[in-house]
């Protein structure tokens, strides 16, 4: 590649760039690993040709070597791929790429230790950590073996990475380039990195997360800190949908964390910075981790004790108080202005009742706590006070499936209390809303009811306000 000895034109070098990826990354051929070009291009990429390049250039080639030593040859049999062999070069290259990085490692202890060495090293970190990205994020979706060979080759920088991280805390610049590596990291390599590394990590994410550090992370105004906390919370999202019996022991913790550490310091705030991020995980949490709350039949009969009993038949609930404070903020939230994040829940409550039947577990197993129907009285309460008028049809959508579950109560006592509770109206008021509630059940004609309901009780209150004080109401 002669682009890295003579000077040449920026769109060149790039276009070349592109182009040795693209070939070595489609093609694959055989014949390329051992080259006489391709071996001269490693040596030269060692000894630091393509450090005067622009760093996009330069990872382009990092990652087209790393790419022909990590994926597999096309129309080559297993024992013909020559992987140790590669493993072993690709370790090299990492090493040849990183040296200063590796450095850093072997003087760790020091770097805790001296403020003037932390601050030094903070280029070489950034330089380091995005070449890292680079290389994982390029064989995300390759086969098994290409993610193990992966692995082992950064198996050291992975570690010192995490070992960074306590280390900038407190120094976003570093912490959400360190973060954005891990994010990548466990999308792609969770697996190949195992178990117990993952335990250890996530244990570390929670040792360095107090809710001191997530308070002033997230209410100092820094942007960068606030990308920081969104991405753990996107980590231990992936940890969540992974299906492994092992990775299924960290929901408590990550439940605890999401709702008893980050939601109160977000809950209050109007700005939807951490909040998208925080529901999108607890929407996971009751997605893939539906069995944590409600337990299979077999599970549900020992946990009521007596197989015989009919009212085994009944939806039994685990963990209550966790569920409860996670429909808590999901009800919450729906009181708060923010669109974004209100249209979001709403689609999250939807698909964990079409997926999971949530509504009639809800009005099944907390009956008592009437979560159902105060989510409907938020919801309407939100109609009535035009809140909301661009999520209209969806919030009425969603009012309808979770009546359907019991028209019966919806129409006689929720209705009563909800007109009980409706300030601005007389009584005679009350009762000509409730009478003129039909009782249709079905889509179109409930949500024409609804709508019309609703705007009655708007025009009573807006008649009842303007007019003098001892006039006789309508």
């Known amino acids: 590649m002669p682009v890295l000895g003579k000077q040449i034109p920026d ?27 391709i071996n001269k291009l490693f040596h030269e990429v060692a000894n630091g040709s393509c450090n005067k390049l622009e760093e996009q250039a330069q990872r382009l080639i990092y990652k087209a070597l790393s790419n022909l030593l990590l994926l597999p040859w096309p129309n080559t049999p297993e024992a013909e791929q020559k992987w140790e062999a590669r493993s072993q070069s690709h370790a090299a290259f990492v090493k040849s790429l990183l040296g200063e990085f590796f450095t850093l490692q072997d003087n760790f202890s020091k770097l805790q230790t001296d403020p003037g060495l932390a601050e030094r090293a903070k280029p070489v970190i950034h330089r380091a950590i995005v070449v890292l990205q680079e290389l994982v994020e390029s064989i995300r979706d390759e086969v098994v073996k290409s993610r193990e060979l992966c692995n082992a080759s950064l198996a050291s920088c992975i570690n010192f990475s995490f070992q960074l991280f306590p280390v900038y805390i407190n120094q976003p610049d570093v912490s959400e380039t360190l973060m954005s590596f891990f994010l990548t990291l466990f999308s792609a390599l969770r697996r190949q990195i195992g178990v117990q590394t993952v335990g250890q990590t996530v244990q570390g994410f929670l040792t ?22 969104e991405k753990f919370i996107q980590i231990l999202e992936l940890i969540i949908d992974e299906p492994g019996k092992s990775f299924k022991a960290f929901t408590p913790s990550i439940i605890v964390l999401a709702v008893e550490q980050i939601y109160p310091i977000v809950s209050q705030r109007e ?29 549900a009969s020992m946990l009521v004790g007596d197989e015989s009993n009919e009212n085994n038949s009944l939806i039994t609930i685990s963990h209550k108080p966790q569920f409860l ?53 938020v919801l309407i309460q939100t109609l009535v006070n035009k809140s909301h008028d661009l999520l209209q049809e ?19 006592s929720f209705l009563t209390q909800f007109l009980q509770n409706a300030g601005g109206t007389t009584n005679d008021q009350k009762n000509s809303l409730y009478q003129s509630f039909r009782r249709d059940q079905d889509l179109p004609s409930f949500v024409a009811n609804l709508e019309r309901f609703v705007n009655d009780l708007r025009y009573y209150r807006l008649c009842n306000v303007s007019l003098p004080d001892g006039t006789v109401q309508f």
């Not at 809710?211 to 920081?228: C, D, F, K, P, W």
């Not at 991020?277 to 409600?294: D, P």
């Not at 689609?347 to 009956?367: F, M, P, V, W």
């Open 11 to 37: 769109k060149i070098v790039m276009s070349a760039s592109h182009t040795l990826l693209t070939t070595i990354t489609t093609v694959r051929a055989t014949f390329l690993y051992q080259s006489p070009p």
């Open 208 to 229: 360095v997360f107090t809710t001191e550090q997530l308070q002033a992370t997230i209410l100092s105004g820094n942007a960068a800190g606030v990308r920081v906390v």
């Open 271 to 299: 700005s939807p910075e951490v909040k998208e991020a925080l529901f999108h995980l607890l929407h996971h949490i009751l997605s893939k981790r539906h069995r944590y709350f409600f337990p299979s039949p077999v599970i």
């Open 325 to 377: 404070a996670i429909m808590t903020a999901f009800g919450q939230s729906f009181l708060q202005s923010d669109i974004t994040v209100f249209r979001q829940n709403l689609l999250a409550l939807e698909d964990l009742n079409n997926k999971q039947k949530l509504y009639s577990k809800l009005h099944g197993t907390l009956r008592e706590e009437g979560v159902l129907f105060q989510f409907i009285n």
């Open 394 to 412: 969806e919030i009425c959508q969603v009012v309808y499936n979770m009546s359907t579950v019991d028209w019966g109560f919806f129409y006689s």
